[in-house]
């Protein structure tokens, strides 16, 4: 038995009504590795096997990345919440796909439940063992801003839900000697995941670290055509980086990124000058704009 959130047409894609203030270009497989990274310990002491299978390939979408969180994590805290009054067995599978241009992600559970799950399941109050109530109806409205769709159905194996994103057409790589060696150092891991993605499926070679003292290292011993750095770490701060990196790579070379862009000191960087700044969040398409051109390091 399956309940669809339209009921006309199941799995229509709904276009949002404006775009998102925050819209940004996303790895969905990223997103769901960090939501279940946050809920593993949550899971463990209450003896839920979880099973996380994801596309070979990244899954990018566009979108808010906090709204797309927030979603994630009550879905997935509705289903652990669902396990505390259930005595079977305890099992979570996670998985995402890629179909027909929709990045596709499933969440099933153990969970043998009669047909009354399904009553206004978008909609209905907290009830104690049930999943309704428990973040989906948020989850729903969250997905659904982003073009996307949500279903929910009963089996014999359990409860599943499976959402759906429009992906983002990706970019052409570029090919043969055209491929650029780039050092992003970044102390957040899902900044440095999301950008070596991208830079990898647009051609280029990507090395990620989330130390700027042992990139500073790296760059005594290799060579690189461009090196991203962000402004704020609590290592050392990006500006401190880039003039101590000048010592091995021509200052043209090193791009500092920062969201804060509306700060004090980012205004004062700008009107200097002297400075290559790069606004996050970076979309693939403004990493390919940044690249397609540039020649590689022939020092």
């Given at each position: 038995m399956v309940r669809m959130m339209e009921k006309s047409n199941p799995l229509k894609i709904f276009s949002p009504q404006k775009?998102?203030?925050g819209a940004a270009t996303l790895d969905l497989n990223g997103l769901v590795r960090k939501a279940v990274s946050l809920l593993e310990y949550q899971m463990r002491a209450r003896n839920i096997a979880v099973s996380v299978c994801l596309h070979k390939d990244p899954l990018f979408v566009k979108g808010d990345f906090h709204l797309l969180s927030q979603?994630?994590?009550h879905m997935l805290l509705g289903i652990i919440k669902s396990f505390e009054t259930y005595e079977g067995e305890k099992q979570l599978m996670v998985s995402t796909v890629k179909h027909e241009g929709k990045a596709v992600l499933n969440l099933s559970d153990s969970i043998l439940d009669s047909s009354d799950e399904l009553f206004d399941i978008f909609k209905s109050h907290d009830i104690p063992g049930k999943m309704r109530g428990l973040g989906t109806?948020?989850?729903?409205?969250i997905i659904k801003i982003h073009g996307g769709a949500m279903a929910f159905k009963l089996?014999?194996?359990g409860r599943s839900?499976?959402?759906?994103?429009p992906l983002l057409k990706t970019c052409s790589p570029r090919k043969g000697n055209g491929s650029l060696r780039i050092l992003v150092v970044d102390d957040d891991a899902i900044v440095v995941d999301v950008f070596r993605e991208f830079l990898e499926l647009l051609g280029h070679e990507a090395t990620v670290?989330?130390?700027p003292l042992k990139a500073l290292d790296l760059l005594v011993k290799?060579?690189?055509?461009?090196?991203?750095?962000?402004?704020?770490?609590?290592?050392?701060?990006g500006i401190?980086?880039?003039?101590?990196?000048?010592?091995?790579?021509?200052?043209?070379r090193l791009w500092l990124l920062t969201g804060d862009i509306l700060s004090f000191e980012v205004e004062l960087l700008k009107k200097r000058g002297n400075i290559r700044i790069l606004e996050k969040p970076v979309s693939i398409e403004r990493f390919k704009t940044l690249f397609d051109n540039s020649p590689g390091d022939d020092r």
């Open positions: 775009e998102l203030a979603a994630l994590l109806p948020l989850a729903h409205r089996s014999s194996k839900f499976r959402i759906e994103i670290l989330r130390s290799e060579k690189f055509d461009f090196v991203l750095v962000d402004l704020r770490m609590p290592e050392m701060n401190t980086f880039m003039q101590k990196a000048e010592e091995f790579i021509d200052k043209n």
